[in-house]
Nanobody
Framework: QVQLVESGCGLVQPGCSLTLSCAASVSIFGIFSINVMGWYRQAPGKERELVATITKYGITNHAGSVKGRFTISGDIAKRMVYLQMVSLKPEDTAVYYC?????????WGKGTLVTVSS
């Protein structure tokens, strides 16, 4: 069982920066069976989409729409993953969800709202 809690929601102006954090609550035995964690987002009226992922080996992947602006970091073994976002655009407005995959099971946080508007 994995519980994920996001933090860092906010209203920011275009061009500004924001960092999201995700804390995983899981047993010391369970943490080593989490293969990947990441961030997804869902904008109003759209489907949930991948933003970035990081594996337990530290290998990262970023969606093309955010590459160069967003950076995922963290350490799954330390139960923390971050999403640093710079040069935010209005189209980045969405609910951002933390995700973890453990033994083929997907776990999701409740989501945190990021609004980019002037």
């Amino acid at each position: 069982q994995v519980q994920l809690v996001e933090s860092g929601c906010g209203l920011v102006q275009p061009g500004c920066s924001l960092t999201l954090s995700c804390a995983a609550s899981v047993s010391i035995f369970g943490i080593f069976s989490i293969n990947v964690m990441g961030w997804y987002r869902q904008a109003p009226g759209k489907e949930r989409e991948l933003v970035a992922t990081i594996t337990k080996y530290g290998i990262t992947n970023h969606a093309g729409s955010v590459k160069g602006r967003f950076t995922i970091s963290g350490d799954i073994a330390k139960r923390m993953v971050y999403l640093q976002m710079v040069s935010l655009k209005p189209e980045d407005t969405a609910v951002y969800y933390c995700h973890a995959e453990q033994r083929g099971i997907d776990y999701w946080g409740k989501g945190t709202l990021v609004t980019v508007s002037s």
